[in-house]
């Protein structure tokens, strides 16, 4: 990917994010996503709370915890919160009924947590991330690393091929000191069933596939925004 295509990639981040943030209001608790579109909202946030807006944050991740707090952003821990008002997030992939793909980086159980208590989840995205349907980015899986074996073989059953996730030639660990695996099910032609299918697993902590916890996407496209927003 040449210079100039990842520079348009970011312009698109970064304005879906300027977007999003108009959102958030005066002493709203707010989600704070994960990954490189996230970080763009992370900034606009911050820069927000230097001109006195007054927001607590909720992190996805250790790693957004640590940029968030390096970046004056007050937080609280997510076992603390009963109900969260905003959440700025990223996706992978997203479809036009907000179904979407996450876990790229690994961050899904939190980020499902904080979607599920949060009243309106805002994904920001670059105009990559659209497509007609889900699956062509492997679905992340979260699983408690002794159940492994028992996984894979029910992934099986449900015609996905799971591969261990590495990272430096070892496998790659989550926040919550589990295993991912990046499960390949072909074009998914029903993401809520494949969803509750895979809810059903012993030992899933957590999957990528995130439905009905989306209120709109915010999407760049060029130097525009285009918003897809739930019924
Ligand atoms: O685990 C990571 C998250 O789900 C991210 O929001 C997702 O992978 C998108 O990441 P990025 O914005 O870096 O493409």
Do not use: C, W
């Amino acid at each position: 990917m040449d210079k100039q295509s990842i520079d348009k990639k970011d312009l698109e981040k970064q304005i879906a994010a300027r977007e999003a943030v108009k959102f958030i209001q005066q002493n709203d608790i707010v989600g704070l996503g994960t990954g490189s579109t996230a970080f763009f909202a992370i900034q606009e946030i911050a820069a927000l709370v230097k001109n006195g807006l007054k927001i607590k944050g909720v992190p996805t991740s250790e790693h957004t915890a640590s940029l968030a707090l390096s970046l004056g952003i007050e937080l609280l821990p997510m076992d603390q919160v009963k109900s969260i008002d905003i959440t700025i997030d990223g996706a992978d992939e997203f479809d036009t009924q907000l179904n979407l793909v996450k876990g790229g980086g690994g961050a899904l159980f939190r980020e499902k947590i904080v979607a599920s208590l949060t009243k309106n989840e805002i994904i920001i995205a670059d105009s990559g991330k659209l497509v007609t349907q889900l699956g062509k980015f492997k679905v992340p899986i979260e699983v408690v690393p002794i159940a492994l074996t028992y996984v894979l073989q029910q992934l099986g059953k449900l015609n996905g091929k799971g591969e261990v996730r590495m990272k430096d030639n070892a496998p790659f660990i989550t926040d919550n000191h589990n295993i991912i695996v990046d499960a390949d099910f072909g074009l998914i032609s029903d993401p809520a069933a494949l969803s509750a299918s895979l809810n059903r697993i012993e030992g899933i902590l957590a999957h990528g596939l995130f439905v009905q916890l989306t209120s709109k996407v915010i999407m760049g496209k060029g130097t525009e925004t285009i918003i897809y927003a739930g019924n």
